[in-house]
């Protein structure tokens, strides 16, 4: 039996790993979905359940603490162990920072919490029950949690903060037999870029970025899973991004030309 949180899980990437995990798995899977909209997560449920897989809907803002404690000790009551948490929880952001007005600045911290926090809280809880399990910790990052993108300033410095916490916590754990995979997706084909926040800490109903080359959901899924099962350290998505890594270290302002290339037009400072 292999029991799986997934936060995140309503909608986009997360709803992907939950149908790509129950067509593999089937009947030895225990799915926990975890999202703020509960109609969503019990749709994707429902697709969980066609496959096969025994669900779990446990409605979570991960804003919220004790929200998080309480996804982790569901899944043990219900089930009796965790092997793996996803975390995929996450909202984006689009905004120029010299467009940010100090009386809406407080959307920064909004988004850290739900970033970043929302991780710690949730792997705190479970962390007990994956190193009894000898499990597995993934973290669904960004490539702007690798190379900062201009017009990202809050999303990237939630999914930077986020890849030192399991950067570091790696470190912490080995020996015990627990894995951190972190993965960074790049631009992918789902609703997040079109709900991330503007200046004004609105939800900006469009995407700043070129989309020509967008990665689909099915891919990035698969690729999350791959390096999961794999227990791999990270998941770097797309040629561009392996190579900006490693540009960064030798040609910063290079990086940065690159960084601003993706913007569209209208977004970019003038």
């Known amino acids: ?30 799915l926990v979905l975890a999202a703020r909209n509960v109609k969503a997560l019990e749709a994707v449920a429902a697709e969980c359940q066609a496959l096969g897989a025994t669900t ?30 996803i975390n995929n929880a996450g ?11 100090t009386e809406n600045l407080g959307w920064y911290e909004d988004l850290m919490r739900i970033n970043l926090w929302g991780s710690v809280w949730c792997t705190h809880a479970a962390l007990p029950h994956l190193k009894a399990t000898r499990g597995r ?27 030192g916490f399991f950067e570091a916590l790696r470190a ?24 991330g926040l503007n200046a004004h800490g609105q939800p900006a109903g469009s995407s700043g970025l070129r989309e020509d080359k967008a990665m689909s959901v099915k891919k990035c899924a698969s690729l999350i899973l791959q390096g999961t099962n794999r227990r791999e350290r990270e998941v770097v998505m797309s040629a561009q991004g392996k190579i900006g890594r490693f540009l960064k270290l030798l040609a910063p302002g290079l990086v940065e030309k690159m960084a601003m290339a993706a913007l569209k037009d209208e977004v970019k400072p003038r």
């Open 1 to 30: 039996m292999q029991v799986i949180i997934i936060t995140g899980a309503s909608d986009g990437i997360g709803a992907e790993l939950a149908r790509q995990l129950a067509s593999q798995h089937s009947q030895d899977l225990r």
């Open 56 to 85: 779990l809907v446990v409605p979570t803002d991960v804003c919220m603490p004790a929200q998080c404690q309480n996804l982790i000790a569901t899944t043990v009551a219900q089930f009796g162990q965790l092997d793996t948490l």
């Open 91 to 101: 909202v984006s952001a689009q905004a120029l920072f010299s467009d940010v007005t």
């Open 137 to 163: 910790l993934v973290a669904v990052s960004s490539l702007a949690g690798l190379v900062g993108v201009p017009g990202r300033t809050a999303y990237s410095a939630s999914k930077f903060a986020m890849t």
């Open 172 to 195: 912490e754990l080995q020996g015990s037999g627990v894995s951190v995979t972190t993965a960074y997706p790049g631009v992918v084909s789902t609703q997040i870029r079109y709900r």
